[in-house]
């Protein structure tokens, strides 16, 4: 489902900067991301003047000032990005860091192994993000027969991307997963860790921030998760929202804050589904979450 919103913004914005079509000719105009559940929705945004170039689900994608994207968040609509239409580029990371993964390619890279190692690798979602992005994960386990089914092995979880803007922290999972499936029964160490262990790798605990950290193809410094709080900022620190000790110390109550913890513990769906997640696998016994 998200990837195909992911190809069809792409492929909007690469006809709009190949051919001219769509660019709008009035300096200051913005691109922005809007959800709008049914037609009667998109009608009202369009009475005020948001010029929809394309819908995906109740996602529809379009121009508008910045006065207007102002008015919608006022009126309580959901404005899920905007930036600059004059920032719009077909790539999503800075050129210097085109080996990175974005999510619709981190997706890929994730079902590429489990179609390559049927018997080994088994791709599943934990969840969704604030907005609706799948929280996907490998399992590499010889012993397992899907994704999540619980197993009596002794288990290690390995999570990246909690925080958007550290987009290492997103690879280096996704690393370790390609590691492990492709020296499995070549390297007798890996083997035999496997033949006696569950493994998960979860890369991307916040792919709303990470996308929205590259939508430009200039890198935002953005943290934080894509919740809209109602308050002066938007999003929330997801490594400051999780139930140990909460709103102990390390994080504040300000929601412009970088470390914002959240207006409560498990506030937010990406940390709700890890809970989840941890809760309906006691075989766990390590889990090792990435950050750079």
Known sequence: MLRK?????????????????????????????????????????????????????????????????????????????????????????????????????????????????????????????????????????????????????????????????????????????QYLATNYGKDPTITRLLDSRDVFLIPQINPDGAEFDISTGRYKSWRKNRKLTGQRCDGVDLNRNYGYHWGEGGSSKDSCSDVYMGASAFSEPETQAVKAFIEGHPNLKTLLTFHT
């Open 5 to 177: 919103t992911f190809f069809a913004f792409l492929a909007l914005i690469s006809s709009a900067t190949a051919f001219g079509h769509g660019t709008p000719s009035e300096p200051g105009m913005h691109w922005a991301a809007i959800r709008a559940v049914d037609k009667e929705a998109r009608t009202k945004l369009v009475n005020q003047g948001f010029s929809i170039e394309n819908i995906v689900e109740d996602m529809s994608y379009g121009y508008a000032t910045p006065k207007l994207i102002a008015d919608f968040k006022k009126q309580g609509v959901e404005v899920t990005a905007s930036f600059a239409a004059s920032e719009m580029r077909i790539n999503d990371f800075p050129s210097d860091d085109s080996g990175f993964h974005n999510y619709a390619e981190m997706n890929a890279e994730l079902e590429k192994l489990a179609a390559d190692y049927p018997n080994l690798v088994h791709k599943f979602t934990i969840g969704k993000s604030v907005e609706g992005r799948d929280i996907v994960g490998v399992r590499i386990n010889p012993n397992a027969q899907d994704g999540l089914s619980v197993s009596g092995l002794p288990g290690s979880i390995f999570m990246g991307g909690h925080h958007a803007r550290e987009h290492l922290s997103m690879e280096m999972p996704l690393m370790l997963a």
